[in-house]
Each structure stands twice: as C-alpha cells, then as structure tokens.
T-cell receptor
Framework: ELKVEQNPLFLSMQEGKNYTIYCNYS?????LYWYRQDPGKSLESLFV?????AVKQEGRLMASLDTKARLSTLHITAAVHDLSATYFC????????????FGKGTTLSVSS | KAGVTQTPRYLIKTRGQQVTLSCSPI?????VSWYQQTPGQGLQFLFE???????NKGNFPGRFSGRQFSNSRSEMNVSTLELGDSALYLC????????????FGPGTRLTVL
C-alpha cells in the first residue's frame, strides 16, 4: 500500500529565510504533484514532476524529484508572508488512472 | 476557460439521509476524481471516472457511490449519512491520462448533524 509522508507538518518561518519541505513515499511511482491550499479554499496545482531528477521552479518555490530515493523536496527561498498556506504532496497510485495519494500536508506560517 | 465547478457549495444533512453532489469538469476533460478531506484523515481518494466508467476506487464503504455522464459531468452519492461523513468533498478533473495535471474544484462542504 502506497504511503506518503511529509515533514515537517508545521513550519513557522521568518521572512527572508530559506526552508525545505520533504515528501517521502513508500512504493514506486512515476508521478508526483505539489499543491497549495489556503484556509477554506480548494487545492491549487503548483508542480507536476514526472521523471527522476525533475526540477521545477516558480517564483520562490522549487520542487525536485528523486524517484530512486522516493523523495521529493519543496524548497522555499526567501520566504514572504504570501506563502503562508498548507502545502500537499501527492503521489500517483501505481495503476492506470489518476488516483492520488496525499501526504498530510505541511502548514507554513511566515512572519516578519 | 472555466474551471471545475461543484454544486452545491454547502450542504447540511441529518444522519440517515442521503446526499448527491455534482461536479462539472473543465471542458474537454474526461477524467473526474473525487476526494474527501477531513481534519483527521486528510485527503483521501474516493473514486475516479473516465468515459462513464469507474476506473479506480478508494477504500470507502459501499454507501459512497458515483457516476459519470456522457458530457463528463459526475455525481457522487452518499447514502445513510453518518456523522463521520462531514467533510469537504473535492472533485478534480484532468484530460484523460494518468500523467495529466489534475485541477480541483472549490469543493462541497457537507455537514451531517
């Protein structure tokens, strides 16, 4: 059974500092996704990672995937308050179709 | 391009009742997946429909069911509601392939009293 673990679950950050969120998964998968969720809102797609060594960047966020280590990281550079949200990684269940197994999410709080 | 829409946005029901939630995917998307989000269990996959057929199913009791119509719109039904069914129900649509990006709707907040 595919399990997805994120850590940390809570992250209190200072503006301007760098941080990394880790996402480990238990069995082979060839696709990993990162989503952002603001309180009371739905999920916003951030990154789709489909191959080993994939790296994607958008603004202050950079995501990478190591399929051999079954690990993805979401790196935050020079955190700003607008990045405060909950971030989820999700791994494609290794079967035909679009089922995703989600981590429990990492809640980021950025303060000055 | 319009996003994924879900109706209703909020729903209050009592135990034992049944409920039907609706999801309209992005135009051209043929796959619709449903997820349940609760504070305790997080986001859990319910089922996925593609071309009117259930392609995958998560680990939920038979009280949870769904269907997809020829226009790709999907409905999910929960019968004999329990207090624990209170959750945010999210649907997501994608073009068709496992590797396509999934886009989530705003969700339906179900409260069971």
């Amino acid at each position: 059974e595919l399990k997805v673990e994120q850590n940390p679950l809570f992250l209190s950050m200072q503006e301007g500092k760098n941080y990394t969120i880790y996402c480990n998964y238990s069995t082979t998968s060839d696709r990993l996704y990162w989503y952002r969720q603001d309180p009371g809102k739905s999920l916003e797609s951030l990154f789709v990672l489909l191959s080993n060594g994939a790296v994607k960047q958008e603004g202050r966020l950079m995501a990478s995937l190591d399929t051999k280590a079954r690990l993805s990281t979401l790196h935050i550079t020079a955190a700003v308050h607008d990045l405060s949200a909950t971030y989820f990684c999700a791994v494609g269940a290794n079967q035909a179709g679009t089922a995703l197994i989600f981590g429990k999410g990492t809640t980021l709080s950025v303060s000055s | 391009k319009a996003g994924v829409t879900q109706t209703p946005r909020y729903l209050i029901k009592t135990r034992g009742q049944q409920v039907t939630l609706s999801c309209s995917p992005i135009s051209g998307h043929r796959s619709v997946s449903w997820y349940q989000q609760t504070p305790g269990q997080g986001l859990q996959f319910l089922f996925e429909y593609f071309s009117e057929t259930q392609r995958n199913k998560g680990n939920f009791p038979g009280r949870f069911s769904g269907r997809q119509f020829s226009n790709s719109r999907s409905e999910m039904n929960v019968s004999t509601l329990e207090l624990g069914d209170s959750a945010l129900y999210l649907c997501a649509s994608s073009l068709q392939d496992s590797y396509n990006e999934q886009f989530f709707g705003p969700g339906t907040r179900l409260t069971v009293l």
